[in-house]
C-alpha cells in the first residue's frame, strides 16, 4: 500500500523540472483589452456608435497582439 502524499510529492517534482517564466506583458494586454473593451460599451452606451466602432476594432487588435505575444513565448520557452 503507498503512502499517502506519494504522488503529490512527485507532482511537485515534475513541476520543479519544468522552468517556470512569468511574462509581465501578457496581464498587462489583458487589462488593456478589458480597458478598451469597456470604453467601447460606455460609448455605445451613450450613443456615440463612431467612437464605439473604432474602439472595438483597437480591441481586436489588442486581444491580437496580446493571444501572439502568450503564443511566441510559449514557443520560445517551449524550445529550451
Do not use: C
Amino acid at each position: 500500500m503507498e503512502k499517502m502524499g506519494t504522488a503529490d510529492s512527485e507532482m511537485d517534482h515534475l513541476f520543479e523540472q519544468k522552468k517556470r517564466v512569468k511574462n509581465p506583458l501578457v496581464p498587462i494586454g489583458a487589462l488593456l483589452t478589458a480597458g478598451v473593451l469597456t470604453a467601447g460599451l460606455i460609448s455605445f452606451k451613450k450613443g456615440n456608435s463612431h467612437l464605439g466602432q473604432k474602439l472595438m476594432r483597437a480591441r481586436v487588435v489588442v486581444q491580437g497582439a496580446t493571444v501572439a505575444l502568450m503564443l511566441s513565448t510559449a514557443y520560445y520557452y517551449g524550445e529550451k
